[in-house]
């Protein structure tokens, strides 16, 4: 399994945002988070991604325990959230650069020119990140996050501040990317694109999770 959750908690104070989840993503699969703003979609996928701690529960990533092998299962996972992880003053060659020596990424230099041009981004190779548009960041961010060849992408709401094209771009991305065996996991409001893209979907509300399939119609706060 890619992802195995089960029995997670967590919370922040007095106040519990995940409550008792159970579940697993299986390889190849592409679930879609719905839920309102604060249901606990982020909080979920920065306990996948290993930037937040579970207060109970197990999680494993591509059979590594977040707990016990946590930098063995973080270098499972790529990540693209709303702060994109990008130094400002650093180019898009630059920063890739620099991720891909943290995770050891080998012909590092024909790897970064790869990606670059899956994301459209060759000829602003040299460009400072703030001297970017907003699209474009996005678009750099998504190519940080799949770097190092993950076995898991997380995307927190990944459409947001790209043009139609881009999206149709993250799209045939995506849909290469579960076609290849390795598996996705992305929040949206965007209901019909959520569906659109995803095989398995899912509402948190109220810290848990309520499952159905993808044909199904999901409004935010769960089935209609």
């Known amino acids: ?12 104070g007095d106040l519990p945002v ?5 579940f697993s993503l299986g390889w190849g699969e592409f679930l879609v988070l719905f839920g309102a703003n604060g249901s606990g979609k982020t909080t979920l996928l920065r306990v ?8 109970e529960g197990t999680v494993r990533i591509a059979g590594y325990d ?3 092998r946590p930098a063995a299962a973080r270098r499972q996972v790529g990540v693209v959230a709303h702060s994109g992880f990008l130094y400002d003053d650093l180019s898009c060659s630059e920063n890739l650069t620099f991720y891909g020596r943290l995770y050891g990424v080998e012909n590092l230099k024909e790897r970064v020119a790869e990606v670059l041009e899956r994301v459209g981004l060759t000829h602003r190779a040299d460009r400072r990140v703030r001297n970017l548009s907003h699209g474009m960041q996005k678009r750099l961010a998504i190519a940080r996050a799949i770097l190092h060849q993950p076995s898991l992408l997380l995307l927190d709401e990944p459409e947001s501040g790209l043009d139609r094209e881009s999206v149709t771009a993250l799209a045939d991305l995506l849909r290469e990317w579960t076609a290849s065996g390795r598996s996705v996991v992305m929040t949206t409001h965007n209901v019909d694109l959520g569906l659109a893209w995803g095989d398995k979907v899912a ?3 109220h810290g848990r999770l309520d499952f159905a399939g ?3 119609y999901l409004g935010v706060g769960g089935k209609q």
């Open 203 to 205: 509402v948190l509300s």
């Open 18 to 22: 995940l409550w008792d989840l159970d």
């Open 66 to 68: 977040l707990r016990r």
């Open 214 to 216: 993808a044909g199904d």
């Open 1 to 12: 399994q890619a992802v195995e959750v089960s029995a997670l908690q967590k919370g922040y």
């Open 48 to 55: 996948l991604g290993g930037q937040a701690r579970p207060d």
